[in-house]
């Protein structure tokens, strides 16, 4: 790896006023934003437009003649196209086609970092990808986007970014670290702590436990969401193979 | 212990909003308001009032005729009696007086803590003292106060919060916890973790090591430092042996 990355450091929660600076930003909401924005561009589709309003999403969705999946409480809204399950993503559906997503969290955690930097979505099904993309740049951050848009502190979010710091550090180990990856680095066994989330066992009340399994699969796929343009309340992300 | 404890959460950094409900909430700055708070009653002051802002910290001070603390940066402001070291408290200065206390993070969270809910300050020196006195209210929070006026995290503070959080847990397993308790107890040997914090290299460089060993060392008093008064600002806390 040829990692230029100087200074790594993770977010518990997105920030509520300005971002710090940042070269490279990565937002993780693991259950499940970040994840099925990954699938959606590993099976096929030319971008994921994630927005960070349910009707803005709705309105893009039908400018673009896209696909609108997303979630309110886990499940998928009224006149939603699909839920927001990244187990449930078809080639069928999605390839060739662009996709809008909405979400509680992650898509408003993508905006906002969009508007604060180069920003990604990663999750722990491109870990890897994720780490490589994120290395190439010099002073890094990752962002956890947390529950209740982003006030309350998830635990599976900051788990796959501390999975994320023990590999990179791993890999470069002289990179200067801010306190959130001290923290994150402290931690054992991450993905495993993941699975105890209280968002894990509200999707396994709702019959989603399949989605936990899946979206705690390290290194599925070899492809980072990375937004190539957004506006207010929107980003679009194409796949960049890292 | 007669704990009443149901459940239990760390907040990483003071809500930038609406804090959650609680019926009690401790705040953490350990490095070092509310360490300094907590020696102040320990060595005989009546009462420390937690101020939010510099210039209403000297009117409270003059107004009450009281000694006034604090730091920016680290080192006392011009004009204040005494900075913000928990070792240099002097009975023979704070005892039965009133001490005023502004520092940059600290001071404020327990402003905020104060008008969310009952609120104390708490730190390692005051730690098993801490923990009875949450223990005797049902739903509780630890809340770090963070650094750059709470909007960025401090490892220190929830290393702190980590180590109350796993003394409350060994002392009470039925309680519920949130996905902040659920990090802090995932985490192996909290107060040696804090040491590597940024704040603690930042008084290293000015010269106070003293400090961070100090303020690390658990269960030096029985004291809890409690709010017993607030207005916009300001927090009035007085000793509570627990």
Redesign the interface.
Known sequence: MDAVVQFFEV???P????W?TADAIAVVDVLRATTTATMMLHHGAKAVIAVADRSLAQAIAEEEGAILGGEIGGLRPPGFDLGNSPREVDAAVVSGRVAVLFTTNGTRALCAAAAAGRAAAVAAVNASAAIRWLASSGNVIVACAGERGG?????ED?AVAAHLAQQLVQQVPEVAL???A??AL???EPLR?AR????AAELEALGLDGDIAFALRPDLVDLVPVVVNHGEGWARLEAVHA
């Open positions: 977010l518990p929660l920030p509520a006023g300005r710090p006030t309350a502190f998830a635990l900051f801010g306190d959130g001290r923290l402290a931690l054992p702590l105890r989330a209280r968002h």
